[in-house]
């Protein structure tokens, strides 16, 4: 007897998850892709230890995603990654090296410079990743008994690469706010100072993407200008905390412009999931059709009642253990 | 020339979790030694056993930074190379890997800060409570792992319905009837592997002068442990044979190299399998004594590849010289426990030239054993990956084209080569400087820093140690 509608409840918790990575990951991903543009080495040693004691943590949101995604929506795995298969090998190489380089950059003198790439580079190259994957979402699939069909490389198209580089500003924003929060001196100058350049190449690659997305997708274009017009609220709410974002870094606050990006990121993802629903493989297949037995999706779901709120409770403490400036010369040498 | 998509996906897995599985494998063991060092520490407050933990805990951090960086690929794999695969066993295999994660990945993340980096910061008892719990969580991680390698080997609790695996029993599932001798055989393998590895470095100090009262005592603990363990896990390697026999009849006749099913089979000592004639050229061996092995009599009756048709047989050559390679490894190993227990009149295990030079040797010997071990039990299943239900052709992904499996192939290997020079001369860097340079670092830590490397306090690059060691006396 299935008491409850479990798919519906695991979309929330993959939901919640997705938002989880982007928001956390986000930030210290964008933080690599910023880090050739640093103005001196010490502002990248700065930097890095903003975001070392966390990045772990935050990428196992990924890990969880992967697995929950197996556990509770086996066909979204299952044809995702085939369809992306060079980008998730991308996107893995980027992490690895990325990974790596968190700990051997502190160890290192004479190589710093290597390590440096590796992990400005693939931090690029995950986030650039990660932003075709959400274009390749909205392209959809081509499908044939829930088996994916296309070709290696059918997911490279101009969205996708638009996509791609939409991710690649909206994650340098989020550093920017981010280092403005966690800095003080010269370098959270510099990140008040491209703070806003960001925000605008956000905004025109957002827009583009925007008015694009319907001529990508007949079902976005019927949700956006027909039955369901309360969804022009969140484009709304998108532009208003760009605003927001603008009168924060303009008036000098701290904490504001990295909020502000929090919520323009929830509510564009929000747009993208209400232009969406209940479709989780574009376009022929619907989170029902997409989930794992019933008792399979009952049987982790107990176990993770229990987890979750363990883990975030774990991952708050680490953040308020971590709060307030870092400073240069402070931490991990 | 075509390219098949199979074959390099096969490859490629065989790469990735080959180079995935020689970290865990060290791990497990390494981190059960530093808890019982812990144990020590805190019962006697003898210093060597803190310096002793101090130290093993720096190599722990570097092997256990580079399993997880090497791990993340693997769960991405299902879907990308054998997408068919993950479709059908996600019922099962994905709440197992998930339990894996949210169990295992929680211990270790809240308890591995406290053990590398709260020794002066947090009461001794819960730093010995953290090395537990992280000792805990690798083993809690092999369980699932293990559980869902098991499965795939010896499937149970479940019921097929349209090509879909449905879960009917979770119990027969997780504990399948060959999940009990795997994960024995595993974790002892783990204990063996940081038992000789442990002994290997205490040795190679012991050769060189270098703190000889610690490494001395930490030495005879291994050869302790080893002189128990080594020859426990030829008993459990024996009760995981007769299960595969029972279950997987053809893997053991792979590993005989034997083809007709017959009595009075001999143990091929030597032989070269020929497949494609179904028969073994050049064969050396002792009369009866496979049969007497596998079924406990000497005119016992052994199964023979030839019971299933040649499609079905697993690539006999692979099988059957991993197979030897790995209790050639394992007679080694049981051999240099017993040497170390005649050495001990006089304490001359400590001094004996050329038995340190031989534990020397021994530490890569586990690694190479389990690696073989692996391929026996993984190549020795082929055709199928899941036993008698589900072929390996029938799960790869469908859209997957040779040459998309090669470029990734290809980029994984060069991806792993150079983390894995990083890695390793990281790790040497970190034996080069020893146990000697504890206490003369500054400490400029945070409270908990996530990144496990940043508990080895040693540099990169060479000739950068705070203060010379006698290996590189006069060099600042």
């Known amino acids: ?141 081509e499908t044939a008994n829930g088996v994916y069909v296309g070709g290696a490389l059918d997911w490279l ?57 319907p001529f990508v997708d007949d079902l976005v274009r019927e949700r956006w200008f027909s039955n369901l017009s309360v969804i022009w609220i969140l484009p709304v709410l998108t532009l208003l905390c760009a605003f927001q974002i603008y009168r924060s870094v303009r008036d000098r606050y701290e904490g504001m412009p990295f909020v502000a990006t929090m919520g323009l990121f929830i509510t564009t993802y929000l747009g993208l999931v209400v232009s969406r629903w209940p479709y989780v493989v574009p376009p022929d297949y619907t989170l029902w059709e997409a989930a794992s037995a019933y008792e399979s999706q009952l049987f982790l779901l107990l176990g993770l009642l229990f987890v979750i709120p363990i883990v975030l409770v774990y991952t708050a403490w680490t953040y308020w253990v971590f709060r307030g400036k870092v400073r240069a010369g402070e931490g991990y040498h | 020339m075509e390219l098949d998509p199979l074959i390099l996906s096969r490859i490629q897995f065989a790469f990735v979790v080959s180079f995935h599985a020689i970290f865990p494998v060290f791990t497990i063991g390494l981190a059960s030694y530093i808890a019982v060092l812990e144990g020590l520490a805190f019962k006697t407050e003898n210093p060597a056993w803190i310096k002793l933990s101090a130290f093993w805990t720096k190599v722990f951090a570097v092997v256990f930074g580079m399993g997880v960086v090497s791990g993340i690929v693997m769960s991405f794999q299902f879907g990308t ?80 319905r349209e090509g879909v695996f449905h879960v009917t029993s979770w119990s027969e599932a997780i504990f399948n009837p060959s999940f009990p001798y795997r994960f024995l055989h595993m974790a002892l393998a783990s204990f063996l592997t940081g038992g000789f590895v442990v002994a290997g470095v205490s040795a190679w100090y012991l050769l060189l002068g270098r703190e000889v009262e610690a490494n001395r005592k930490a030495l005879s603990m291994c050869l302790w442990l080893l002189l128990f363990i080594a020859p426990a896990q030829l008993v459990v390697g024996d009760f995981h044979g007769l299960n595969t026999l029972e279950h997987q009849p053809t893997k053991v006749a792979a590993m005989e190299g034997n083809w007709e099913t017959s009595r009075n089979v001999p143990l091929l000592l030597f032989a070269i399998p020929d497949q494609e004639n179904q028969r073994n050229l050049y064969e050396i061996g002792i009369p009866s004594l496979a049969s007497m092995i596998l079924t406990h009599e000497w005119d016992g009756e052994v199964p023979g ?34 040497a170390g227990l005649f050495l001990r009149a006089g304490g001359r295990f400590a001094r004996n030239t050329w038995f340190l030079q031989g534990l020397r040797f ?16 993984e190549v020795g299943r082929a055709p199928w990956l899941v036993y008698g239900i589900m072929s390996q052709a029938e799960s790869v992904t469908p859209s997957l084209t040779g040459g998309m499996a090669l470029f990734t192939l290809i980029g994984y290997i060069v991806v792993y080569a150079m983390v894995f020079s990083a890695g390793v001369y990281y790790l040497m860097r970190v034996l080069y400087v020893g146990l000697e340079d504890r206490h003369d ?31 590189n006396q006069g060099g600042h």
């Not at chain 1, 580089?165 to 003080?184: F, N, R, V």
């Open chain 2, 305 to 338: 590849l030839k019971d299933v048709p040649v499609e079905e047989q697993p690539p006999v050559a692979i099988v059957f010289w991993s197979f030897r390679v790995m209790v050639a490894l394992g007679m080694l190993m049981i051999a240099f426990a017993v």
């Open chain 2, 441 to 471: 670092e500054e400490d400029h830590e945070a409270e908990r820093p996530a990144r496990p490397l940043s508990a080895a306090h040693v540099p990169f690059e060479y000739g950068e140690e705070k203060r010379s060691t006698p290996a």
């Open chain 1, 157 to 213: 198209t101009p969205f996708t690469v638009l996509t791609g580089l939409g991710m690649l500003a909206g994650y340098a924003l989020l550093g920017s706010t981010w280092l403005i929060m966690k800095t003080e001196g010269r370098l959270q100058a510099w990140a008040y100072k491209i703070t806003l350049p960001l925000l605008a190449a956000v905004i025109i690659v957002f827009g583009i993407i925007s008015v694009w997305t």
């Open chain 2, 81 to 160: 190379n054998w997408s068919n695969f993950a479709q059908a066993t996600a019922n099962y295999l994905g709440p197992i890997l998930s339990y894996e994660v949210v169990t295992a990945f929680f211990l270790e993340a809240a308890f591995l800060g406290v053990l590398l980096f709260g020794r002066d910061k947090v009461p001794a008892g819960l730093h010995l409570f953290a090395a537990i719990m992280v000792a805990t969580g690798t083993f809690i991680s092999s369980f699932w792992i293990l559980s869902a390698n098991s499965w795939m080997q010896t499937p149970a609790g479940f019921e097929l």
């Open chain 2, 362 to 377: 021994m530490s890569i010997a586990p690694f190479f054993a389990v690696l073989s071990g692996w391929f026996v039990t």
């Open chain 1, 1 to 141: 007897m299935e008491l409850f509608d479990l798919p519906l409840i695991w979309a929330f918790i993959i939901g919640f998850g997705i938002i989880m990575y982007v928001l956390m990951d986000g930030f210290d991903l964008g933080v690599g892709i910023l880090f050739p543009f640093a103005p001196n080495e010490e502002a990248r040693d700065t930097m890095m230890n903003s975001v070392a004691p966390v990045w772990d943590g935050n990428e196992t949101w990924l890990v969880l995603g992967g697995a929950g995604l197996l556990a509770a929506f086996p066909m979204v795995y299952t044809i995702f990654l085939p369809a992306l298969y060079i980008g998730v090998f991308l996107l893995l190489a980027g992490l690895i090296f990325r990974g790596v380089a968190f700990e051997f950059r502190f160890k290192a003198r004479t190589s710093r410079y290597l390590w440096n790439w590796a992990f400005a580079g693939g931090s690029t190259v995950a986030s650039f990743a990660q932003g075709a994957v959400v274009g390749t979402y909205i392209q959809g699939f």
